[in-house]
């Protein structure tokens, strides 16, 4: 289906930051699949005239791979564009050498981490790592000293090629650290979850115990000092890495990034009255979320709930935005879910490192039939009472239970 929409809604539709993902894209995501086939070039189209975090705060360079990597699958499937209807952002992309040198160095390989294919690798690997992470940890400096400091040698090409630009950073040598460690650490715990069929228990144990230990190292390392300033910009650091690492999942998180093509470029005039617009191509997904004490219909309904459930926490972990849905929920929707520890899959191996903004569709399908066939999933009645369901959609969702406690309101509306 192909439908003319306002530019307006593309921020509800295809949002290009993980942070701006929502209910209402996440839930359109689930049922189909959305591709902008035409509409308007971004406002800032170069480097030079998106310069601050405000206007745009996702680094340039990953417009620029996911622009090159959304070439490739145009190439791949004998696509091209038309002539004066190429993004700025695409032009000579296809040729630029620097920027698939940047792509590899940036990339964070959780199919096939470099050395770590074996159980020596990996135990190799994660030594490391743990020197590493336990330095990195012991700097507990104050902000205005790390400030001060100089960018080191072994930092300098992130700084020289402006991997993160316009992304403000205030601690090189902190972020530096922070963003490498992180991948080292994502790395190695794909590798632990390729590897674990192959490993016994105890091997499987002291590897998973060493691997969280290191995460916490990470995570709380880059909170070395508990003060506002330092927070905030640990804050920030974290997300962007969340933002590299669904970049480069396959497929990437957002909707934008797997395009299948590049949009084609239209201009404000040529739409009359100036209401810009956009046209997108909706493929509807042959999901049915129903279980054995469902219907197709309210599945649905139950899978927004759970989604409207986790986004208004988006911030947090998943596991913790579970447990505000139901207590409980997140202990046992991570057994029922193991792929969620699962970083080829989007998820990782500390629940804490996990949050909401982040959830990979895969993920998100998985929950929600986990999720469905949870015996203690509140109640239609309980989710209206948080908001999570309309009354229209929870009517005789699970049988006779409900039915009472629709009559209740029912009766309520009555004498209202």
Not at 156 to 165: K, P, V
Not at 377 to 406: I, N, T
Request: aromatic residues 8%; contains cysteine; proline residues 6%.
């Amino acid at each position: 289906m192909l439908l003319w929409v306002p530019e307006d809604a593309k921020q509800h539709m295809l949002p290009w930051l993980i942070q701006a993902q929502g209910t209402s894209s996440v839930t359109a995501g689930l049922a189909a699949e959305i591709n902008q086939i035409v509409g308007l070039p971004k406002v800032f189209e170069s480097s030079g005239d998106r310069s601050t975090l405000e206007t745009k705060p996702r680094p340039f360079v990953f417009d620029e791979i996911s622009a090159m990597r959304t070439g490739q699958r145009m190439q791949a499937s004998g696509m091209s564009l038309q002539p004066g209807r190429k993004p700025k952002v695409f032009e000579g992309i296809e040729k630029n050498e620097k920027l698939r040198r940047i792509a590899s160095s940036l990339e964070i390989n959780v199919h096939s981490p470099p050395g770590q294919d074996t159980l020596a690798g990996l135990t190799s690997a994660i030594s490391d790592l743990e020197k590493d992470c336990s330095v990195f940890a012991q700097d507990d400096r104050r902000l205005v000293l790390q400030k001060k400091d100089p960018v080191s040698p072994q930092h300098r090409d992130i700084f020289d090629e402006n991997l993160y630009h316009p992304f403000p950073i205030p601690i090189p040598n902190r972020f530096a650290d922070f963003m490498k460690l992180s991948k080292r650490q994502v790395e190695a715990e794909a590798a632990f979850a390729s590897l674990s069929t192959t490993l016994s228990a105890q091997e499987r144990g002291s590897i998973q115990s060493r691997l969280l230990d290191t995460a916490a190292l990470v995570r709380d390392g880059i909170y070395s000092k508990a003060t506002l300033e330092y927070k905030l910009w640990a804050d920030r650091f974290r997300i962007l890495f969340d933002e590299q690492r669904c970049l480069y999942l396959d497929p990437s998180v957002l909707a934008y990034d797997r395009r299948p093509y590049e949009i084609l470029a239209s201009k404000e005039e040529e739409f009359w009255p100036k209401i810009p617009m956009m046209l997108l191509e909706i493929d509807p997904l042959e999901r049915n979320f129903a279980s054995d004490i469902t219907t197709k219909e309210q599945g649905s309904a139950i899978m927004r709930g759970l989604v409207k459930g986790l986004f208004f926490h988006r911030a947090l972990s998943v596991w913790e935005a579970l447990d505000h849905v139901a207590p409980g929920a997140g202990e046992d929707m991570y057994e029922a879910v193991p792929e969620l520890r699962d970083p080829r899959l989007g998820g990782r191996l500390d629940p804490k490192d996990l949050k909401v903004y982040a959830l990979s569709r895969a993920l998100l399908e998985k929950l929600t039939v986990a999720y469905l066939e949870w015996p203690f999933r509140p109640s239609d009645f309980e989710m209206m009472q948080m908001g999570l369901v309309s009354p229209a959609a929870g009517l005789g969702m699970e049988g006779g239970k409900d039915e009472e406690e629709m009559d209740m309101i029912e009766e309520g509306e009555e004498k209202d």
